[in-house]
C-alpha cells in the first residue's frame, strides 16, 4: 500500500508455512544488487508485512521477496531465490531475462528474476482521458460475443499505427470495424502478466494475476492507462469487455518447472498436491491451484476486485469447474469461492461466464456450482459440428442446441455461451478446409492439440490445389466452403443462447490447419487483414445474420420437449424453426430439398415471409409457402 504524504510503502505476503521472510528492494540501473533488505515480521493471520519509505531507497522502485522454511515433500522452500510478489500489480522484467534461469537463479543470479513494481501515485496521463461513457449492459438477446486476441488482432493491420501494433490501443484502432459486425462483447484472451520468455502466445500461463502484461502496452509503464482508454473507447460504441481469466494454475508447471512465487512460498497452501508432494495436473498445465484455501481464493478475488476497477465487464474463467474444487481439489456441489466470487460480482454488476470442464471433470449445466453462471456450451459446438458435416443422426441432437439447449439449461437459454470455434481449435475456415490437424510448427511431433474436430475438407485437404487430381474442381470445392462458412453463421446466430464468434472468422482468417498454436507468436495466429478484402461477402453475411437476429429474432423457441415442438421440424439431415419473425431452414443434405412454411408460420397476421439471408445463390424463391432449399445450405426468411 503506498501512502503518497508519508511516502511510505507498506508490504505483505502471506505465507503459514514460511519461518523467515525478507524484502528486497532493488534499482532498475542495477538490479542484481539490493538497494535494502528488510526483514519482515509475521502477523497473527500468518500475513508477513513490511514498511518501506523513499527516504531509505530513493528513485528504487523494483522488490521481491526471499522465503525461508523447512524442509519437506510438500515444502519447497530456497532462501536464495528471489520471488516475485503474487499480489503485484506491475512486473518488470530485466534486460536479457530467461525463464529457464527462474529455475536457478539464486543470489548470483538476482538480476534475471522478474521482479514487482512499487505501487505509487503515478504522474498525469500524457493525454487527458476521455469522460466516461456508460458501461454498456446488453440483454442476453442482444448478447453477441467477439473473441479476439489483443496482440493478434494488430500485428498485420494496414488500419493503426505501426507504433501501437500488438497493443490495447492498437486493439482499440479495430472498434469500427468490430462494432460495424453488430457484435455487442469482446471477450480477451487473458491480459495478466505472463513471462514473454515461457512462449504461450495466448497467456494461458499466468504470472501475475493482478497486473496488466506489459507487452501489451504501447508505453509498459502506462499499462494501466491504455487499458483504460481501450476499455472505455469499447464502452462508447456499445462494447462491453470481458476478460478471460486463469487462475486455476500458474506459469510454475509441475515439480520440476521454474519457480516464480507461489511454490517458494508455501507450496501445500496454493496448490494441489499428492502425499509424495508431486503435484495433481487436471489442468494440463502441470499443477493446479488449491483455489478452496483463503489465501489462494483472496488472490483470485483481488485480482477480479482489480480488473472491476479497470473497468471491464465480466470474465469468463478458463478451466471454471477447477475453481469449484474442495480443498483437496475433490469436486462438490457447492463452493464457497464460486459463492464469493457470485457476489462480487452481483455487487459490481459483471457478467460471470465459466468454461465449465476441466481435464477430469465435465460440469456443464447445473452440474458446475455457479448455477447462475452463462458457460461455454461445448456440446453446441460438437453437435453444430456434427450436423454441418451431415453426420447420421446429428439433428435430434442439435434440435436440443438450436433451442437454447434446456436439457442442461432448463429454462435459462441466456446461460449458453454457443460457439462453433474457439481460439482453441480450428478457425471457421480451418474446420470446412481441413480433416486433420497440422501441428508440426508447435514442436511436439503432431500429438499436441485433438484429433476430434468433426471437421470436413469439402473433397480437399487444405488451401493449395496444386496437387489435386482432375476430379476435383478447386472452385467448386472453394465454393462449398463459402456455403458452410455462411451455413455456421446463421446456425450459430439463430439460436438460442448467445452467439460468439471468433475475430478473423468473418473474413476467413486460416491458421493453415494448426489447431493449437498456443506457442505461434507469428503470421499463423496474427490476424490476416489482407483477406477483408477478399472474403468481403462473408464478412457482410455475418452483419446481416446479426442484424436479423438484432431485429426480427428477438424470441426463444417455447419447446417442452424436442420431439413435441410446434415450432420445429426436421428429416434426417435437415430442419427447420421459428425464432420470432424469422424462419430459419437448414439443409445439409447433398440434394435440394423443398419445404412447406411451417402452417403455425402463415399470413395468418397479414404479414408476408420474404427470403432474407441465404447461403446459396442455388436457393429457390419462396412460391405459395413453398420454397426449395439448395444442397448444404441455410436460408432465412423473415416476416414483414
Known sequence: MWDAVGRTWQISLWSAAASSVTLIVVDREHPDVAV????????DDDRWSATISAATIGDADLYGFRVDGPAGPAARFDRAKLLLDPEATEVWFPPGHDRDLARVMGADTLGHSPFGVLPMTRPPALVPSPMPSPRPRHSTNDLVIYEVHVRGASMRSPHVDPDVRGTFAGLAGHVDHIASLGVTAVELLPVHQFDPAEGNYWGYMPLAWSA????YAADPHRADDEFRAMVETFHSHGIEVILDVVYNHTTEEDELGPTYHLRGIDDAAYYVLHDDGSYRDDAGCGNVVRAAHPAAGALVLDSLSRFIELGVDGFRFDLGSLLGRDIDGRQQEHSALIDRITALAAAHDVRLIAEPWDLSAYQIGDAFPGRTWAQWNGKFRDDCRAFLRAEDGAVAAFARRIIGSPDLYADAPGRSINFITAHDGFTLHDLVSYE????????????????????????????????????V?????????????KNAFVLLTMSGGVPMIVAGDEFAQTQHGNNNPYNQDNETTWLDWSREADYADLTEFVRSAIRLRRDHGDGAIDLHGVDASPDLAWTSHSIAWQRGDLYVIANAWW???????????DLADGREWRVALSSSAATGPLLDGVITVAPRSTVVLART
Open 36 to 43: 535494502a533488505l528488510v526483514g519482515m515480521v509475521r502477523g
Open 212 to 215: 496488466l502484461h506489459n507487452g
Open 436 to 471: 486433420h490437424k497440422h501441428n508440426d510448427a508447435n514442436g511436439w511431433n503432431g500429438t499436441d492439440g485433438t484429433d476430434d474436430n468433426k471437421s470436413w475438407n469439402c473433397g480437399w485437404e487444405g488451401d493449395d490445389f496444386s496437387t489435386a487430381p482432375p476430379d
Open 473 to 485: 474442381d478447386p472452385a467448386a470445392v472453394k465454393q462449398l466452403r463459402m456455403q458452410q462458412m
Open 591 to 601: 440434394e435440394p430439398l423443398g419445404f412447406t412454411i411451417h402452417p403455425d408460420g
